[in-house]
Nanobody
């Protein structure tokens, strides 16, 4: 079993930055990727980023490419999502997830078996 806890959300003005953290605990660390997804009010949950747990691979949605950067600290069992140049449309609840997605499932929810409860990010204009 794996538990994921996100932190670092908050209220920021457009153009500002936030860094989200996701700390992993539990017995099963055999997952390959940590994913970040977000869900805005009235919208479906969407893929944001995926970070390899054991390598330096990373993938981003077109909407955040160049603004968001995912990193990990295996010693702390934590992954981070550095979010720069934030826009009001980035407002959402951000979730981290862990799993063993095949390449075709890297950007979809079903590729991830474990989920955190989310952290709210609000970007004011």
């Amino acid at each position: 079993q794996v538990q994921l806890v996100e932190s670092g959300g908050g209220l920021v003005q457009a153009g500002g930055s936030l860094r989200l953290s996701c700390t992993v605990s539990g017995r099963d660390f055999s997952f390959f990727y940590m994913g970040w997804f977000r869900q805005a009010p009235g919208k479906e949950r969407e893929f944001v980023a995926a970070i390899g747990w054991s390598d330096d691979s990373s993938y981003y949605s077109d909407r955040v490419e160049g603004r968001f950067t995912g990193t990990r600290d295996n010693a702390k069992n934590t992954v981070y999502l550095q979010m720069n140049s934030l826009r009001p449309e980035d407002t959402a609840v951000y979730f981290c997830a862990a799993g063993r997605p095949i390449s075709s499932e890297l950007r979809v929810q079903r590729g991830y078996q474990y989920w955190g409860r989310g952290t709210q990010v609000t970007v004011s204009s």
